[in-house]
């Protein structure tokens, strides 16, 4: 567990997620659903079966870090994961997901979260890391040019939302070995 401070000073606990976080990761997805139409979450899923999340978490071949307050109140979370370990071509590449609950945007925990994956992508000789982000996500697109990341691709009208297309970034970053 690391301690990172925010840029409006308050203190976070950034750790690797666990299974007895399950309940806590549950609640924090449908709160952030419902804060923005950039994240694939969407307001009234259905939760992922605890089984499914303790394997995810377990996997050698995945990451997901949760950021906490003091209070033990999980606010963003990030994951990488290898999409076909092992694979001769592809394997190691890796796509990420990242969220923040919106009263703690553009505070740094974003760009922190950012340099876990790309360590944890460097320990295991990754070679590139993927994601895709709504064009319309000004904020998030900032964040990821700034980490290194470039747009390699436009995908259109990819998520259905609220009766508007909304179009998509494909963005990568190749890692320095």
Not at 11 to 35: G, H
Not at 44 to 60: F, H, L, V, W
Not at 154 to 175: F, G, M, P
Request: proline share 3%.
């Amino acid at each position: 567990m690391e301690s990172f401070i925010l840029k409006n000073e308050q203190e976070v606990f950034i750790r690797k997620l666990q299974i007895s976080d399950y309940e806590q990761v549950v609640d924090y997805l449908r709160k952030v659903s419902t804060e923005t139409v950039f994240l694939n979450q969407y307001p009234g899923q259905p939760d992922m079966p605890i089984e499914k999340a303790k394997k995810a978490y377990e996997d050698e071949n995945s990451v997901f870090y949760g950021a906490f307050l003091p209070t033990g109140t999980l606010i963003g979370t990030v994951s990488l994961g290898i999409g076909k370990p092992g694979h001769p071509w592809v394997g190691r590449n890796a796509e990420f997901g990242i969220s923040i609950l919106k009263e703690f945007n553009s505070l740094g925990l974003g760009t922190r979260f950012m340099e876990l994956i790309e360590n944890w992508a460097k320990e295991r000789q990754l070679h590139t890391i993927n994601g895709r982000v709504r064009c319309k996500n000004t904020k998030a697109i900032g964040l990821y040019l700034k980490q290194g990341f470039e747009i390699c691709g436009h995908l259109k009208e990819t998520a259905l939302i609220n009766n508007q297309w909304h179009d998509e970034y494909v963005i990568s970053k190749i890692i320095k070995e």
